[in-house]
């Protein structure tokens, strides 16, 4: 697999995968649209697991959106190999842990609940990427 590159301008409404458009993957000020396809892959293989709407936060940044939001700079979504979603009714942990099954030995997954500690979050979510290596982390 690897990454494609989009134009929002022409591409917007074309369909990745069954529930997923390009636009769902773009970023604020950009015309271009990097995503790996396997990024693709596994988002429709968690919609298909839990059946329920799945939405995407965030997925390709600019060096200049992802420095606004106060992303890491070497952040896979720089890359087009990261996603930020929640899942209707389903509870981060649970998301987190279908996500672990799909990338047992590698790639990112990324804990962000709705909890006691962080209750003003709108809703809670899960960061997934398919870096070479195993990150897990938890915020
Ligand atoms: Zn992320």
């Not at 606004?68 to 979504?77: E, L, P, R």
């Not at 930020?84 to 649970?94: G, I, K, Y």
């Not at 790639?107 to 899960?126: C, M, N, Q």
């Amino acid at each position: 697999m690897s990454i494609c590159e989009y134009s929002l301008r022409r591409d917007s409404t074309r369909q990745l995968s069954p529930s997923f458009k390009v636009r769902e993957f773009g970023c604020k000020g950009s015309d271009v649209v990097l995503l790996d396809e396997e990024l693709v892959v596994l988002l429709q293989c968690i919609r298909e697991h839990f059946g329920k709407p799945l939405h995407i936060t965030s997925g390709y940044r600019t060096a200049a959106h992802n420095a606004a939001v106060g992303g890491s700079k070497s952040s896979q979504h720089l890359l087009g190999r990261a996603a930020d979603f929640w899942v209707e009714d389903t509870p981060v942990a649970s998301v987190a842990a279908y996500a672990e099954t799909l990338l047992p030995a590698r790639g990112g997954i990324g804990r962000y609940p709705k909890d006691a500690k962080h209750s003003t979050r709108k809703t809670g979510w899960v960061h997934i990427d398919t870096r070479a290596n195993k990150s897990r982390w938890s915020m």
